[in-house]
């Protein structure tokens, strides 16, 4: 069983739709990153948590530590938030390197 | 301030060689970690250097090396190439520090290897 667990593994949306992207893990963590990437393999952080929700723009993301679950939220999509969309957990204890999901390929229609 | 820059973009190596990557953090990070990304397995830890020392590696053999010099620049090699090795290899930079997981990272644009 992976680590780091994420659903969907595709999603497809059509503009203005609300999404949602899970992301369950089995490790305790010091942090959890949601990551965009986009073809051509560019790699953005979105955000970084360690616990409660944090907002940039359009973008929410959510952490409850003790059920070892966060959401990635896009609120008013549009087809520029096509990408992947990746969770990554940082071990906590003497490891402390990033483990990441398999990610979510989201493709959002005008 | 510049981004993190990774030479060259582009590699297409043959079975048995050897080759180095090189990484360019932003001005003021310490921290630089490696990443392999393939479309079976997914992105992956190399390894992570801070003030030169590698501090944590990943499950990769030996063939895979890397280095960080006094100015926080880091390169990675691999020898002896095998097909298995073509992938994006994705470095990335931090403040680093001691509570590394403060510590937002910073992906560079990649190196696309292919190996024939």
């Known amino acids: 069983k992976n680590e780091v667990e994420q659903s969907p593994q595709n999603l497809t949306a059509q503009e203005g739709e609300f999404i949602t992207i899970n992301c369950s893990y089995s490790?305790?963590?010091?942090?959890l990153h949601w990551l965009q990437q986009h073809p051509g393999g560019g790699i953005v952080s979105l955000f970084m948590l360690s616990s409660g929700k944090k907002k940039h723009g359009r973008l929410i993301a959510t952490i409850n530590i003790q059920e070892k679950h966060s959401s990635l939220h896009i609120t008013a999509s549009h087809p520029r938030d096509s990408a992947v969309y990746i969770c990554a957990v940082r071990l906590s204890g003497s490891a402390r390197q990033l483990t990441f999901g398999s990610g979510t390929q989201l493709t959002v229609l005008p | 301030k510049a981004g993190v820059t990774q030479t060259p973009r582009y590699l297409i190596k043959t079975r048995g060689q050897q080759v180095t990557l090189s990484c360019s953090p932003i001005?003021?990070?310490?921290?630089v970690s490696w990443y392999q990304q393939t479309p079976g397995q997914g992105l992956q830890f190399l390894f992570e250097y801070f003030s030169e020392t590698q501090r944590n590696k990943g499950n990769f053999p030996g063939r895979f090396s890397g280095r960080q010099f006094s100015n926080s620049r880091s390169e990675m090699n691999v020898s002896t190439l095998e097909l298995g090795d073509s992938a994006l290899y994705l470095c990335?930079?931090?403040?680093?520090?001691?509570?590394?997981?403060?510590?937002?990272?910073?992906f560079g644009p990649g190196t696309r290897l292919t190996v024939l």
């Open positions: 001005s003021g990070h310490r921290s």
């Open positions: 490790v305790g963590i010091s942090a």
């Open positions: 990335a930079s931090s403040l680093g520090g001691v509570i590394v997981s403060v510590y937002e990272q910073f």
